[in-house]
């Protein structure tokens, strides 16, 4: 028995296992972005039909039409609310939807982020906590919401803000390890 034998691997070797590594990430990265695009236009749907109870609601026409009130000057019957908002109805009244959109909405710019500054973890570091704050100071404008939900956005915001800055400290954390090594 020969213990001391070499198996030499040829460079090549090595490169084709870096490519296929980086090709499984980019699959798996289109995956994850795929799915959140499919997400966004399903909830978008739905909550877009479930908005359109305004129409048959004229009492919440002063309070859950804010883009007809600045495109138009009011509302005065069902034609003139804009599109916008029956999502504004949906998230103030039946926000399950308008949240995945939401959701949907932050996971693409979390992912746009790694996808950016994958290698630049200073930078990585930055972009979340300068999101972090975005959604910290969103949570903020709706803290005293009255509606169910203006109270889940507000939640929302917060979580993934708490969620952000942590991520943040972390990659901050491992740059920091990683430059005494």
């Given at each position: ?29 289109i ?30 026409w ?9 495109i ?96 943040s ?13």
């Amino acid at each position: 028995m020969c213990r001391n034998v070499r198996i030499i691997t040829p460079k090549w070797i090595y490169e084709i296992e870096s490519i296929s590594r980086r090709q499984n990430l980019i699959y798996k990265l289109i995956v994850q972005i795929v799915f959140a695009v499919l997400m966004f236009f399903g909830s978008t749907l739905i909550a877009f039909y479930e908005g359109s109870g305004i129409v048959d609601n004229p009492w919440e026409w002063a309070y859950s039409t804010p883009f007809s009130h600045f495109i138009g000057g009011g509302v005065q019957q069902a034609s003139d609310i804009s599109s916008f908002d029956y999502f504004v109805y949906a998230a103030k009244f039946q926000p399950a939807y308008p949240l995945m959109m939401m959701l949907s909405i932050i996971y693409l710019v979390i992912l746009l982020g790694v996808i950016l500054f994958k290698r630049k973890k200073s930078i990585t570091s930055l972009y979340f906590g300068l999101f972090s704050l975005i959604m910290f100071a969103l949570a903020f404008v709706l803290l005293n919401a009255s509606t169910l939900g203006g109270k889940a956005f507000s939640y929302l915001f917060l979580v993934v803000g708490i969620a952000l800055l942590a991520i943040s400290f972390i990659v901050k954390r491992k740059m920091l390890v990683m430059q005494q090594i």
